[in-house]
């Protein structure tokens, strides 16, 4: 079946750094990839939609010069947390689908950021 | 505006017995999606369903069903025959005629020994 990949599945990064989380479609091609994240005991809340060779499309609320998503190649979309701050703590989540208008999203295991 | 709603934030069931989680949806599109997704205390989500607005038949997945009531706007998950290893959080969502999709603010499912 259907695998995405997210790397890393914990990172922990000082306040003014920035991190790079990735998501991989590791046997299908994924035109569109989605970017999630989830508070405490809260639902995923989708924060950009990632197409490939343009631009995201960023939710509204979400700072995009914050959350800066590339999605270079048909399997690969990353997200990059700039200048982190301790409220960035959360966890990311991203999704990918198949072609076809009916294909489930699946989901990469996740990326708990914590900033010190 | 599409919503989903979940109403019910904690559910336990006996092992081995059947559980229904609630979904309720709100959408003017004819033409949706719904979803039911898994997730485990690792954090990574699990598709288990879906439901398509013009299917005539109710989907079933193994031990999954979903009990879709088009005319009351719910979409209930139905797992029979219930084990341990489902303890977990269920979503609900819908996808209508954009790519993305609205998420409930899920469940969390216990399954007592």
């Known amino acids: 079946g259907a695998v995405v990949s997210q790397h890393p599945s914990r990172v922990i990064c000082k306040s003014g750094t920035s991190v790079k989380i990735e998501c991989r479609s590791l046997d299908f091609q994924a035109t569109t990839m989605f970017w999630y994240r989830q508070f405490p005991k809260q639902s995923l809340m989708l924060m950009a939609t990632s197409n490939e060779g343009s631009k995201a499309t960023y939710e509204q609320g979400v700072e995009k010069d914050k959350f800066l998503i590339n999605h270079a190649s048909l399997t690969l979309s990353t997200l990059t947390v700039t200048s982190a701050h301790p409220e960035d703590s959360s966890f990311y989540i991203c999704?990918?689908?198949?072609?076809?208008?009916?294909?489930?999203?699946?989901f990469g295991n996740g990326t708990r950021l914590t900033v010190t | 505006a599409q919503k989903i709603t979940q109403t019910q934030p904690g559910m336990f069931v006996q092992e081995k017995e059947a559980v229904t989680l609630d979904c309720t949806y709100d959408?003017?599109?004819?033409?949706?999606?719904l979803f039911w997704y898994k997730q485990p205390s690792s954090g990574e989500m699990i598709f288990l369903i879906y439901q398509g607005s013009y299917d005539q038949q109710n989907a079933t997945e193994g031990r999954y069903s979903l009990n879709f009531q088009k005319a009351r706007k719910s979409a209930n998950l139905v797992i029979s025959a219930s084990q341990l290893g489902d303890s977990a959080m269920y979503f609900c969502a819908m996808k209508t005629g954009a790519n993305n999709l609205f998420f409930g603010t899920g469940t969390r499912l216990t399954v007592i020994p």
């Open positions: 959408t003017s599109d004819p033409s949706y999606g």
């Open positions: 999704s990918a689908r198949r072609t076809g208008i009916d294909s489930p999203l699946h």
